[in-house]
Structures are given as structure tokens and as C-alpha cells.
């Protein structure tokens, strides 16, 4: 597969609104962590050669849970191996390699071993750039590591960075948006991701508004918030390429990317996702599960599913609507592009139709309008 997926399921704790599959751990088991990746690929190898190209990797990405707390060096033999399974080489940058991290573990010493080892692209979990934000969300970062951390990543030489933000807080945190978008943008990043906060079940954040402690977050705020992050990114010379991701140039994520037009990947450890191109499957999520049956031998993959045409077909719909390429005008029934561009929520040109930031607000129910009017067969 030419995108390598690599779950890093450890955190030091669990952030307020996450429901991700991660193991909590104070001490993280990186040599087990990084000897069970590995015999997972060799497994995928034996079974299907053709799963790990050589020669046709384009991009590697290590998603968790939180990579940087992986040692440096753990990083640094995981990534070594990987690439050169693929026949890939570090140095040459042919491949994007990101690594998601936190903050507070960006050393001068992690970016120079993990530029050394060929990461050359960094998505930050920067969240906020307000303390008392970052207190209730439980991150373990204050504000100033944020702008520490770029400044080691740059120093070792990774200019391609991603700042992660999360909006539509509740309002008694009196969050104040536009102050943490002016100073994410006054750090330069290529790259920004823009998450509304979500309710899931099981979190922190889910209880305290089921006994009344915190509001849920409003609709309101967050088409607000969202416009506004439009209207300050546009100005500065960014360009949202997709629903919550937006960027300078051609910073776009090309991992990324590669789900959104959906390409087939590889994803590695626990709660990883595979895809084909014509069926999914997916690892065993627990850190424990996983271990075992990799120790054991045995393929760490929970189930599969094959996507019927129609299925692939609704996907294809979604993701595309999700991105600037937006879909073919052909693929919408002219009374559908007329209402909607009537209501300023699709562009429409001689050959496609994309979504403004307002329909980016009504995602869902314009695929859903598309599905009723019977395009997808
Ligand atoms: S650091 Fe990321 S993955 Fe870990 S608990 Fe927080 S939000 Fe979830």
C-alpha cells in the first residue's frame, strides 16, 4: 500500500472530550510497543507481499494516542524499519513522514533525532492558547510550550507544521476565539487543523454536562466560530482544503488526503483501520488484546467488512464533498445546485460543484439531500 497508518495508542492521561482508543500509562512500554509493529508487518507481509511495496511508499503517518511519548529512539528504530520494509530512504524526503505530538515533549533533542529518522512533517496538538482552556481540557501543556515546541522543530529543521485548535468550547470557559487563532497564525504554521468540540459518550466532558456542571456546547457558537476561523485564515493567506484543514501553498496533508480520495492504505497496531480500496478492516483496539495476540502469533485484526458498490459509492460522495475538489455537477440534479447555490452553501463551476464554508456547516444534510434524490443508486 503507497500510506502507512501507525497507531500509537499511549497517553499520560485522558483529555476531557477524548474518546480515542489509548491506554493510559505512566511508564510506556516503547521496546514491546515498537517489537509488536513490527512482527504486525512482517505478518502482513507473509500474507500479502504486495501489501508492502517496495519502492512505493508516499507517505507514513504516526497517529495515536500521543507519539512523542514514545522515546526518541523508539521513534527513531520504528521508523528506520519501516522505511526500509518499503525500500524507502529517510534523508530523501520522497516520503511524508508526520508525527502527531504533544507539546510538552518537544525537546531540541526528540526533533533532531526524529528529523534525523525522517520525519519532516509535525501535527501539534496545540488545542488552545489559553491556560485555563488547557487546564479543563486536562492537556499537560501551558500555552508558552506551544511556540517552545515549533521553535525546537524548526531548529532541527521541520518547517511543515501543523497546529491542531479546537473551537466551540462552552461558554463559561469564556474561550476567547479569535485571540487563539491570531496567535496561533502569529507562529507561522504551514498547516492548521480546526475541530469542533464534540460530546462523546463515556468522557469526562459527557458527565460533567449530564449532572449540569458545564453546558453542552451551542450550534450557534459553533457556526460563529467556524465562519470566523474563515474570514481571520483566508486573510493570512490560508486556504481551507477541506472541512476542518486548511493551509499555506501546497502544505496540504497528503496522508490525508489519501483517505479523503479514497486511496488504499495500511494502518499497523492496535485500532488501526486497512483499507483496499473494496473492503475495510480494522486491529483489535485494546493495547493488551493487541499485544497478546501479536506475542501469540495470531493476526491482531478484529473484523472486516467488503463495502458493497453503493456503499463505496455514498463514501465517495461524503469525502469528496469534504475537500475543495468537491464533486461533478453532473453528479447533482440541477434543482439541487440551483436551491443550493441559492443559499450560498455550494461554488459551482463549468465542471464541479464545492462546498463555501456555510455548506461546509451543513455537510451531512447536503449528502443526505443528494442520497434522497436518488443519486446514489
Ligand atoms: S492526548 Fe490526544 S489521544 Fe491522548 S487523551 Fe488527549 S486527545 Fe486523546
Known amino acids: 500500500m503507497p500510506h502507512l497508518y501507525l497507531h500509537v495508542p499511549f497517553c499520560v492521561r485522558r483529555c476531557s472530550y477524548c474518546d480515542f482508543s489509548i491506554a493510559v500509562r505512566k511508564r510506556i512500554p516503547a521496546r514491546e510497543y515498537v517489537e509488536a509493529v513490527l512482527r504486525e508487518l512482517e505478518q502482513v507481509r507473509s500474507a500479502d507481499p504486495g501489501a508492502v511495496p517496495r519502492g512505493a511508499l508516499k507517505t507514513l503517518y504516526l497517529g495515536g494516542g500521543t507519539p512523542s511519548l514514545l522515546p526518541p529512539d523508539a521513534v527513531s528504530t520504528l521508523l528506520t524499519s519501516l522505511l526500509d520494509a ?16 504533544n507539546p510538552e515533549d518537544v525537546t531540541p533533542e526528540l526533533a533532531s533525532v526524529w528529523r534525523r529518522a525522517g520525519v519532516n512533517r509535525v501535527s501539534l496538538g496545540a488545542q488552545s492558547f489559553d491556560d485555563n482552556v488547557l487546564r479543563w481540557m486536562h492537556r499537560s501543556h501551558d500555552a508558552a510550550r506551544i511556540g517552545a515546541a515549533m521553535h525546537a522543530l524548526r531548529g532541527a529543521g521541520i518547517d511543515n507544521i501543523s497546529l491542531d485548535l479546537i473551537f466551540a468550547l462552552p461558554a463559561e470557559l469564556q474561550r476567547d476565539w479569535e485571540r487563539d487563532l491570531d496567535l496561533a497564525l502569529s507562529l507561522l504554521p504551514s498547516h492548521l487543523s480546526l475541530y469542533g468540540l464534540t460530546v462523546e459518550e463515556r468522557t469526562p466532558l459527557a458527565r460533567w454536562i449530564s449532572r449540569g456542571a458545564v453546558a453542552a456546547p451551542e450550534d450557534d457558537r459553533y457556526a460563529e466560530e467556524y465562519l470566523l476561523a474563515h474570514v481571520r485564515l483566508a486573510a493570512h ?11 499555506h501553498g501546497d502544505a496540504r496533508s497528503r496522508h490525508n488526503s489519501a483517505y479523503w480520495s479514497g486511496r488504499p492504505y495500511l494502518g499497523l497496531g492496535p485500532a488501526a483501520h486497512s483499507y483496499d480500496g473494496r473492503a475495510r478492516r480494522w486491529n483489535v483496539s485494546a493495547w493488551p488484546a493487541y499485544a497478546r495476540a501479536i506475542a501469540a502469533g495470531r493476526s491482531p485484526i478484529e473484523s472486516r467488512e467488503v463495502l458493497t458498490p453503493r456503499q463505496r459509492e455514498l463514501e465517495r460522495l461524503y469525502l469528496s464533498l469534504r475537500t475543495d475538489a468537491g464533486v461533478p455537477r453532473t453528479a447533482c440534479p440541477p434543482d439541487r445546485l440551483t436551491a443550493w447555490a441559492g443559499e450560498g452553501w455550494v461554488e ?7 462546498c463555501t464554508p456555510q455548506g461546509w456547516l451543513r455537510l451531512d444534510a447536503l449528502v443526505r439531500d443528494l442520497t434522497d434524490a436518488g443519486v446514489v443508486a
Do not use: I, K, L, Q
Open 237 to 247: 493567506g490560508y486556504r481551507f482544503y477541506e472541512v476542518s484543514n486548511a493551509c
Open 86 to 101: 518499503f525500500g524507502a530512504t529517510p534523508s530523501r524526503d520522497a516520503v511524508e513522514v508526520t508525527a502527531e505530538a
Open 348 to 354: 459551482v463551476t463549468a465542471e464541479s460543484v464545492r
